[in-house]
């Protein structure tokens, strides 16, 4: 309809059209306030929720043996019983089914109703609803980059309250701690994360060829060119994503610069104190062109260097399982891309990971992941209770055991390895809470949208087709909003 | 459209063919019906594909494409089972929940734009001109410059009217108002078409404008009406935006589109029930379509081109 809306105007009306355009305007104003005055008044009074206003009483499951681990969410709190808090995310079905599940010892202990709702537009909606003075009780932001810009420009997200600051202080980093705070005020606990820094592999084909996963980056050159020798392309690739096409060669990226020059310059390169273009980020990216610009490693299963780029990263590793690709570089979810059955197992797997190996002994053990936020927009009892409650290490054990086919993980230290179901998120657990490894966050959600989510994509799709280093980095450095 | 066709004067004789009859010898030609044909097997080989599709185990749709099924046909009904039956709330709710959406959207603005056509066609009153031009300049202003502000106005009304967010009330009005500019440009043309001795004749016998608008206008504008009429409906049918923003919170509120649109999963690693899905969410549309089909031609272009 809107085309033909379009095809109208443009035949008849383009005269027309510069001549009315301020008194359509003005018309335009008159009509949609004057339509919205007659049919509200026939809307009746809505329903909507009151915030604030302590609730009393005690809580139903005060005495339930069940509810002890969650005592203090519960006396803090009181009787939240007919209390509902919105929840909006980006998780949607089927995966939110352990979402709602692990929320079942809350509603029951507490009395308050959690209402779910998902949505893969979730990004772009949030801002319009919370713009528009519509926003939900929680959302869980995925990106530090989007909780900053929702804190700075509309000024609508609640600081988090005492219980939840003192859950984080207990049972998360310090840098998990950071990428909740903007402008020294912490905002947002972390609710679950996962891990960036692995290769995908087969163990059985690892070890029918006797080959072994490699600690350091020069044995994995090693081993890539004795599987290249078998007439095998090591590794495949996959970074086609829509209009997102092109993040999974971010991550790349941002690994290799943590483990070239340590968590410091990776700070000072997100946050552009260092420039794009800068010699290290061109011999990282340099670095990243040894393998995925290398004809004679990739794209297993898939065809020439250029194939990447056309190549879905939900299929990217898919050719592992047929033995025509040894290795392939993605994050800890990509166990849900492999078919059901598909066993995903250190010993005798199919499919299984192995850490992403250093460049650099003196950098530590640099962890890259990502994960979600949860942000409260009501300054109301129930609301702040939930986002205590998530911030539990009880949640985070909730949860593991809510998610059976596995893909939960958290940085949370109270979490269990064993009550995490899958030996990937297992692995991922132990990873995040080594003391020894170094977490960062995924520095394209961190940089700002022009270039995290818009430029770096476009310049490493590019470069993988033929772009030298230089002139995709200058491009993105360019990109780069002032301010 | 009057391009003069000097071969065929307005009061030909016999000999002379008119331009109709012209105009149906060539397109009745072996050759015309031959590329007609052409043309409808190209434009439907999509569909076709995407029905088989939807018929393939999750397997065959992720590594081969549709046309291998004829050398090796596995059909399964997983597909549609996991659409109908996939997530915590049931198709059948969003399906209501379409419907719920789709007929109010599509009533309000009709019978809005009849009256307002009425009134710009055959009514004199101050100012006519401007507000139809008013009106018909509103068809540019796009929808998205409009979101924010008028989700403020349904979140936080003026005057101290009631809040309207979070009811079904926001995404009619929202239909409406989107609709309201096109419907009332194309109607109008439509009426303006009918022969004012029509309605001189009604007037010298005594009707009054609102006889005149149900005694004559309103049978007569009945193939434009169905015409704007399937317009509408397949907009909000298929509409994702703005039941999106302004139904936006409430499950309650969401329509097929918006279930469609999250079938993939998170990570859009379900994507072969997506064609499943598409077929579901077609049947409604299709039927509407090919029963109203003959309105949607003829008021299509009464409405269109002659401005």
Known sequence: ???????????????????????????????????????????????GGGGGGSAGGKAPGLAKAECAPIKSVMTEYGDLSGKHVKVYTSVVAPEDVPQKNSYKLFESCTGATVDYEGSKEFEAQLVVRVKSGNPPDIAYIPQPGLLKTLVQTTGKVIEAPKSVVDNVDKWFGEDWKKYGTVDGKFYAPPLDANVKSFVWYSPKMFADNGWTIPTTWDEMLTLSDTIA????????????????????????????????NGPDVYDQWVAHEIPFNDPKVAAALDRVGGILKNPKYVNGGFGDVKSIATTTFQDGGLPILDGKCAMHRQASFYAANFPAGTKIAEDGGDVFAFYLPVTNADQGKPVLGAGNFIAAFRDAPEVQAFQTYLSTDTWANEKGKATPNGGFVSA??????????????????????????????????????????????????????????????????DSWPAS | MTTTTPEVPATATAPVPTAASVAHQKLTSPWASFAAIIIATLWTIPTIGLFISSFRPEEDVKTSG??????????????????????????????????????????????????????????????????????????????QVTMIPLLKLYVDPPFGLPQLAGKFWTIWLSHSIFALPLAIYLLHNFMKEVPGELIEAARVDGAGHVRIFTKIMLPLMAPAIAAFGIFQFLWVWNDLLVALVFGGGNLDLSPLTVRLAELSGTRDNDWQILSAGAFVSLIVPLVVFLSLQRYFVRGLLAGSVKG
């Open chain 1, 1 to 47: 309809m809107r085309d033909a809306e379009n095809r109208i105007w443009s035949r008849e009306g383009a005269v027309r059209m510069r001549s009315t355009k301020a008194r359509r305007g003005a018309a335009a104003f008159a009509i949609v306030v004057s339509a919205s005055i007659v049919l509200a008044a026939c809307g009746g009074s809505s329903g």
């Open chain 1, 229 to 260: 020798a078998t007439g095998i392309k090591p590794w495949c690739a996959g970074i086609g994503s829509g209009e997102a096409t092109g993040w999974p060669a971010t991550d790349w990226l941002e690994d290799v610069m943590l483990r070239d």
């Open chain 1, 412 to 477: 949370n230290k109270g979490l269990d390895v064993t009550n995490v179901a899958s030996a990937i998120d297992q692995e991922s657990v132990k990873i995040l809470q080594d003391p020894n490894a170094v977490f960062r966050f995924d520095g394209s959600d961190l940089m700002p949208g022009a270039v995290g989510a818009g430029s770096e994509w476009k310049e490493l799709t590019a470069w993988i087709t033929g772009e030298s280093t230089k002139d995709a980095l200058s491009k993105i450095e």
């Open chain 2, 66 to 143: 549709w046309w291998t099924w004829f050398s090796s046909p596995n059909v399964t009904l997983e597909n549609y089972h996991e659409v109908l039956t996939g997530s915590d709330t049931k198709l059948a709710t969003y399906f209501v929940n379409s419907i719920v959406i789709t007929i109010p959207s599509v009533l309000i603005p009709i019978t809005l734009a009849t009256l307002a056509a009425y009134a710009f066609a055959w009514m004199k009153f101050p100012g006519r001109d401007f507000l139809f031009v008013a009106v018909f300049a509103m068809q540019i202003v796009p929808i």
